[in-house]
């Protein structure tokens, strides 16, 4: 029995759009659901990235720049041991 027909019984109206939605999810083969949850996924991560974006504050290092405080990181860090 599958979620939709299960759940049914519960409303006169018939079968929530959540459980629809699910039997739909069950009904897709299996590369589907993962294509399904990637896409998902996808939206979360352009999601997340558009947020730190928002939230670096720029800076105006040069290349050059950059590159000596790396080097003076590198001379005075302390090695793991």
Known sequence: MSVAKSYS???????SILALLVDS??????????????????????TFAY?????????????EGLD???AEVRKNGRKKG
Do not use: C, F, R
């Open 9 to 15: 019984g519960y409303s006169a109206s018939g079968p």
């Open 25 to 46: 999810i069950t009904k897709l083969s299996a590369s589907e659901q993962k294509l399904l949850w990637m896409e998902l996924n996808k939206q979360k991560i352009k």
């Open 51 to 63: 947020e730190l974006d928002q939230n670096i504050v720029p800076h105006d290092y040069t290349a």
């Open 68 to 70: 000596a405080l790396i």
